[in-house]
């Protein structure tokens, strides 16, 4: 844990960057609860975790480095929004069962871990999750094929969800547009 901690630890402190919302939560907010539990995990400086606060939800976002989930606290403090920034090693110490009601994942794969995040969502729960494809167009993003989606392998990785929204492009047509480098998943858990 410590080299990984010390490695996002020094990214996040060189960081001149706004944090980003996932466009998987950007493009679909509409389809969020009212109201109920969200987690962001994996966070980062926490733009999803910012956006979900601001449409109403009880927010908890979790990241291994200190300094990004220090910086998340002040941006949220800033912004007049509340929010439950926790340094957590999400690997070893993953979220309870049905403990949320909408789940956010976006730029973090670990496949041994799927399991235990299907398990965290409450029936009838949303999944939104993006990360980085093999098939890109560019250098963006890991290289580490651990870190890499295959071909609809985000579908595979959350069999039991019912797919509301899903979109990998790959390498398909004029490159110059669309969604490139990842894949989007909307899944909500049966109830």
């Not at 987690?39 to 927010?59: E, M």
């Not at 929010?83 to 496949?111: Q, Y």
């Not at 094929?145 to 790959?170: C, Q």
Request: with cysteine; hydrophobic share 45%.
């Amino acid at each position: 844990m410590q080299m990984i901690q010390k490695k996002w630890d020094q990214v996040y402190q060189q960081s001149e960057e706004e944090p980003k919302v996932a466009e998987v939560l950007q493009n679909n907010h509409y389809l969020l609860p009212s109201n109920g539990v969200a987690l962001d995990l994996a966070c980062g400086l926490g733009g999803n975790a910012l956006f979900l606060a601001d449409k109403g939800l009880t927010v908890k976002a979790w990241d291994i480095s200190p300094v990004a989930i220090k910086k998340l606290g002040a941006m949220a403090t800033e912004n007049g929004l509340e929010l439950e920034a926790t340094v957590r090693d999400v690997v070893t110490d993953p979220p309870e069962i049905n403990s949320v009601d909408v789940l956010v994942v976006s730029g973090f794969l670990d496949r041994e871990l799927c399991p235990a995040l299907f398990a965290a969502i409450n029936p009838g729960g949303l999944l939104l999750y993006q990360t980085h494809c093999v098939h890109k167009v560019d250098k963006k993003g890991p290289s580490n094929p651990d870190y890499l989606l295959a071909d609809n392998e985000l579908l595979s990785l959350f069999r039991g969800m019912m797919v509301r929204v899903y979109r990998e492009e790959a390498l398909l047509g004029n490159h110059a547009w669309g969604m490139r480098n990842q894949a989007w998943l909307l899944a909500e858990k049966p109830a």
